[in-house]
C-alpha cells in the first residue's frame, strides 16, 4: 500500500466488475477522436470510424464526447469507453472533470467512462478520493482510471476503479521515460488485479505484442489509426523540411 494512504472500506473493491471488460481481453481498443474543428469532427465521422475499425477487428472504442458517444452506441454494439475533455484554467484536470460528465456519458451509451485519476485536483479542489466517494453514491457504472504514474495505478485500483490505463504517462508534470512506457505498464502489470489497458504512445503494430506481452489487458490506440488529420500533418513534416 502506498504510504500514507487510508481507505474507507466500501470504497475498495475487491472484485471488479469483470464482465464489461472481458470483450477487451487480448485486443485492440481504438480512440475514435479528431481534433476540433476539422471537418471529421462530427458524430456521423465518428461512428463511420468507430464501425470501420470494429470490422477490421477492433474489440471496444473510446470515444469523447456525448454526441460522438450517443452516435457510437446507436451503431456499434463492443464496450465503449465514454469520456468528456472539459479545459479550464484553475486545474489540469481535464478527463472527466465533473460528476455530471460521468452520470451523462452512462445515460449516452458509455460501457466504461474514463476518469483522470491522477493525483491533481479538480476544479472544486476535489481529490481522487473524494470524487469517487460522491460518484459512487450515483452510480455504479464501471470507472477507467487514466493515471501518469505507478503510485496513481495503485491509488486508483485501492479506491476501487475497476480498470487502470496508462493514457497520462508522459503527459503530467510527472517524469516518464519514452512512450510507449512498457517499463510502467510492466511495474503496474506485477502489482495490479484489475484490468489493465496500455495507452500513450502506442503507434506501431509492434507496440501491440509488447504491451501485450507486458500483462496489459488490450492496448488502446488513437492518433496512430483514426487521426487523419495529424497523420497528414506528419508526412507534410518531411516537404516542409526540404
Given amino acids: 500500500m502506498i504510504a500514507g494512504l487510508k481507505l474507507r472500506k466500501d470504497l475498495v473493491s475487491i472484485e471488479p466488475k469483470i464482465s464489461t471488460f472481458l470483450p477487451l481481453k487480448g485486443g485492440l481498443v481504438v480512440s475514435c477522436q479528431v481534433p476540433d474543428g476539422t471537418a471529421a469532427d462530427t458524430p456521423e465521422f465518428i461512428a463511420a470510424q468507430a ?15 456525448l454526441d460522438n458517444v450517443r452516435a457510437v452506441a446507436k451503431v456499434t454494439n463492443v464496450p ?3 469520456l468528456v475533455k472539459r479545459y479550464s484554467p484553475s486545474t489540469p484536470v481535464f478527463i472527466t472533470p465533473a460528476i455530471k460528465d460521468v452520470l451523462e456519458l452512462e445515460a449516452a451509451g458509455a460501457s ?3 476518469i483522470d485519476a491522477t493525483d491533481r485536483f479538480r476544479s ?38 475497476e480498470s487502470v490505463a496508462t493514457t497520462l504517462s508522459g503527459y503530467t508534470d510527472v517524469g516518464a521515460g519514452p512512450l510507449p512506457n512498457i ?7 506485477g502489482k495490479l488485479h484489475v484490468p489493465l489497458i496500455a495507452e500513450g504512445g502506442y503507434s506501431k503494430p ?7 506481452d507486458a500483462g496489459a489487458w488490450s492496448v488502446c490506440i488513437g492518433t496512430a489509426i483514426t487521426n487523419p488529420f495529424q497523420l497528414t500533418k506528419n508526412f507534410l513534416e518531411v516537404l516542409n523540411q526540404a
Fill in 80 to 82: 465503449i469507453i465514454g
Fill in 183 to 189: 517499463e510502467l505498464l510492466k511495474r503496474l502489470a
Fill in 112 to 114: 466504461i467512462v474514463a
Fill in 206 to 212: 509492434e507496440h501491440l505484442k509488447l504491451a501485450l
Fill in 51 to 65: 464501425r470501420t475499425v470494429i470490422q477490421a477487428g477492433a474489440v471496444g472504442i473510446r470515444a469523447q464526447g
Fill in 124 to 161: 472544486d479542489g476535489v481529490g481522487l478520493k473524494n470524487f469517487l466517494t460522491q460518484l459512487r453514491l450515483e452510480t455504479q457504472i464501471p470507472l477507467l482510471a487514466d493515471v501518469d504514474s505507478f503510485e496513481a495505478g495503485v491509488i486508483a485500483e485501492a479506491l476501487g476503479c
